[in-house]
């Protein structure tokens, strides 16, 4: 019986909450790269270079390297 609580609570709820709070950390990424990169691309509409929303996915694309590598770690 101990064997068996054991793996439930190793399995089950440990599991369960680093997958909580994996969502909660990766939860506020998705809200502020979507509406930054909105935002780059209007300001590229109006600008002359149009590379802010370039620059602003490369910076996301390095920030977004250590969540990409705990995803493919944890799934």
């Known amino acids: 019986m101990g064997k ?3 793996k439930f ?3 089950y709820l440990l599991y369960g909450a ?4 994996l969502c909660f950390g990766i939860f506020p990424f998705i809200v502020l790269y979507t ?5 780059a691309e209007m300001l590229d509409r109006f600008s002359a270079d ?3 929303a370039r620059r602003l ?8 390297k250590p969540y990409d590598y705990l995803v ?3 799934g």
């Open 35 to 39: 509406s930054s990169m909105t935002l």
């Open 4 to 6: 068996w609580v054991r």
């Open 9 to 11: 609570v190793r399995h």
């Open 57 to 64: 996915d490369d910076l996301w694309t390095w920030v977004g």
């Open 72 to 74: 493919t770690t944890v």
């Open 50 to 52: 149009k590379t802010h």
């Open 18 to 21: 680093l997958l909580l709070v």
